[in-house]
């Protein structure tokens, strides 16, 4: 994750392009003995921005775990990781992104990792006599992104990425500011045979151009009778062919191990909450998350095709935990009518005087006292909080409760009645004088014995 000013466990920066190798370093991404890795939260918002774009369930709690291999590019012999068994829990699962032609292609989880050193080459694989190694790269995050095994073709593995990046983009990852920024391992079976992964794709179109040589290859090996192996291979950009790395190990081989120099990592619904609401993006993203919070069909187009209305319920939404879809509807009908009316003028309003105007005609639903003050709020004339109290009829808000709780009130008595007749009448109506509620709903009871 390029949006990231330092690496995943430790605070080195990640901005390695350019620099000399084996520069950007420190004990904790090289591995040394006694470091201890401090998990950096930013990477863990960035994840979880990626999980609201591919509709993915964030965990409450997910937990690292230490994959080992043995490989130069990594100093530690294992890899800090999430895994998705033996109690693994990823950052988010179970999401979808649908492709223009309506496919839907559907992502397993998403978990976040360090990425490993980088292995050079001087003078390309084939020609090189030395394997140089820079942990430069090293501790960087990543997030990875699982999908299922939905691509029927090589063209479709394309299109995903390139949406996808666009997509994150503008949710502000920035993933195409840099080369190498966005790596894809591919996995393609022809015909029923076994799995083959190409490993370390750069992009977009070369994950098209190394899945077509694949299915070539593999297609070839079956027409001669060849048994295709499970196997790694590497993508040569420059060759154009893919070629056998190391045999895939198995999974038992990477012997899972919680990391147990880390805590899970929590989320609470309120921190995902407002990264969701926090989203730059697109006019789909913002009409999917309208619509997640419950805003109808047409007042989420509504909010969605208008930044400034957006932003104004984000913002009303994201501080007052008022009900999104009422909020929604008021902004996207009542308000922005007004709005149209004079001559769209800039929100730029004190957000918390509107919150005010919205709270009471969602109360009360006095429609003309709240055009005049959105017409007020709108023209910058100072909106006195006092004078929108919500109004209601308590009487006539005991009396409807009392009719509706009829049946569920005759087993209780006494002050549990009181109460749960409170409680119900506050679910409705949270804005209202307790005490002045108590008095006249313990008056009501005792009239009705
Ligand atoms: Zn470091």
């Excluded at 330092?6 to 950007?24: A, E, H, I, V």
């Excluded at 195409?176 to 790596?183: F, H």
């Excluded at 929108?388 to 009719?403: C, F, S």
């Excluded at 409705?428 to 709903?441: D, F, T």
């Amino acid at each position: 994750m390029v949006s990231l000013k330092s690496k995943l466990f430790c605070t080195c920066p990640t901005d390695y392009r350019g620099k000399p190798p084996n520069t950007n370093i420190c004990p904790i991404c090289t591995g040394l003995p006694g470091a201890l890795p401090v998990l950096n939260v930013k990477a863990v918002e960035e994840g979880l921005k990626i999980a609201v774009a591919l509709h993915a369930e964030p965990s409450s709690a997910s937990y690292f775990f230490r994959k080992s291999y043995f490989y130069p590019d990594l100093p530690k012999n294992f890899q800090i990781t999430q895994y998705d068994k033996a109690g693994g829990v990823p950052l988010a699962h179970d999401g979808y992104y649908t492709l223009k032609k309506g496919k839907t292609i559907r992502i397993e989880r998403i978990h976040m990792e360090e990425d490993p050193g980088r292995i050079y080459y001087e003078g390309g694989r084939g020609e090189s006599r030395f394997s140089l190694v820079d942990y430069n790269r090293s501790g960087i995050a990543l997030v990875e992104i699982v999908t299922s095994p939905d691509f029927t073709e090589p063209g479709e593995a394309r299109e995903f990425l390139e949406l996808l990046q666009k997509n994150l983009d503008e949710i502000g990852i920035n993933v195409s500011e840099y080369e190498g920024s966005v790596r894809c391992d591919a996995n393609i079976s022809y015909a029923g045979g076994e799995r083959v992964e190409v490993k370390n794709i750069s992009g977009a179109t070369e994950v098209e151009k190394a899945l077509r040589y694949e299915s070539v290859r593999q297609r070839n090996m079956a027409t001669r009778g060849v048994k295709i192996r499970r196997e790694t291979r590497s993508w040569d950009e420059r060759r154009r062919i893919t070629i056998s790395s190391r045999s895939k190990e198995v999974e038992a081989e990477y012997r899972y191990m919680p990391e147990e120099d880390l805590p899970p990592v929590s989320l609470n619904q309120a921190i995902i909450k407002n990264i969701a609401l926090n989203m730059r993006g697109s006019f789909e993203d913002r009409y999917r998350i309208c619509t997640k919070y419950g805003v109808g069909e047409e007042a989420a187009k509504r909010l969605a095709g208008d930044p400034a209305l957006y932003t104004l319920f984000m913002s009303i939404v994201g501080a007052s935990g008022m009900d999104a879809s009422r909020v929604g509807n008021v902004l996207a009908n009542e308000f922005a009518f007004v709005v149209k009316k004079h001559n769209n003028p800039s929100l730029s309003g004190d957000i918390s005087s509107l919150e005010t105007i919205i709270r009471a005609y969602i109360s009360d639903g006095d429609r003309s006292r709240f055009i005049s003050a959105t017409y007020s709020w709108i023209s910058g004339i100072p909106v006195r909080a006092e004078e929108y109290k919500p109004k209601v009829d308590i009487d006539a808000l005991i009396d409807k409760t009392l009719e509706k709780e009829i049946k569920n009130i005759g087993n209780l008595e006494g002050k549990r009645r009181l109460d749960y007749l409170m409680g119900q009448i506050l679910k409705v109506s949270s804005q209202l004088n307790r005490k002045e509620l108590y008095i006249k709903l313990q008056k009501k009871l005792e009239e009705l014995g």
